[in-house]
């Protein structure tokens, strides 16, 4: 009990970090605030907010060293990947391989989220961005998480897409580059 207590206050601390370096006030400002960020960094600090869920899994960072910075609201982009990254953790229930690969792709920044967990059903593919649709147990989803993910790359005339079969799970966002 004492480890799960302290991984949480970790976190807790973490999270306090994150409010007090980036503004709390990018927590409630008003839709639209936007800068332009570094998406590697991004995703680093969206792996440090969720690591209390990575239990024994290996994470290898592919990142590509001339990404483009992309115009976004850095919160908003940290819950794509923070939801992305814990969704695998959870798939793969806290042991497996996580992948993330950065790359640019013409005039946008390309991310690729992997793991090698179970994979996604056939039959729920075509429903997993849908609002409230979840394979989870109420505690433990409501099935808003990939919805919301989709809407912000919206929002950003970005877009997002999945291949999964038994063994791994590939989610492949792309974000218009500012160049």
Not at 8 to 31: H, K, N, S, Y
Not at 63 to 79: K, M, S, T
Not at 111 to 118: K, L
């Amino acid at each position: 009990p004492a480890t799960i207590f302290g991984r949480m206050r970790e976190q807790a601390d973490f999270f306090l970090t994150v409010l007090r370096e980036g503004g709390f006030d990018r927590f409630v400002r008003a839709r639209d605030d936007r800068e332009y960020v570094d998406i590697n960094d991004l995703l680093d600090r969206s792996l440090a907010l969720v690591k209390y869920e990575q239990g024994n899994i290996v994470v290898e960072r592919r990142y590509g060293d001339d990404l483009p910075a992309v115009l976004a609201e850095p919160v908003r982009l940290i819950q794509v990947f923070s939801n992305l990254i814990l969704n695998a953790c959870q798939a793969m229930d806290r042991r497996g391989n996580l992948t993330i690969l950065t790359a640019k792709t013409g005039d946008a920044v390309e991310v690729r989220i992997a793991d090698n967990g179970p994979g996604i059903p056939e039959e729920h593919m075509s429903h997993i961005f849908e609002p409230f649709y979840t394979t989870k147990s109420e505690v433990q989803g409501t099935g808003l998480g990939l919805y919301i993910v989709r809407d912000i790359l919206r929002d950003l005339n970005g877009s997002i897409s999945v291949t999964s079969k038994p063994g791994s799970t590939e989610f492949i966002i792309v974000i218009p580059a500012n160049v």
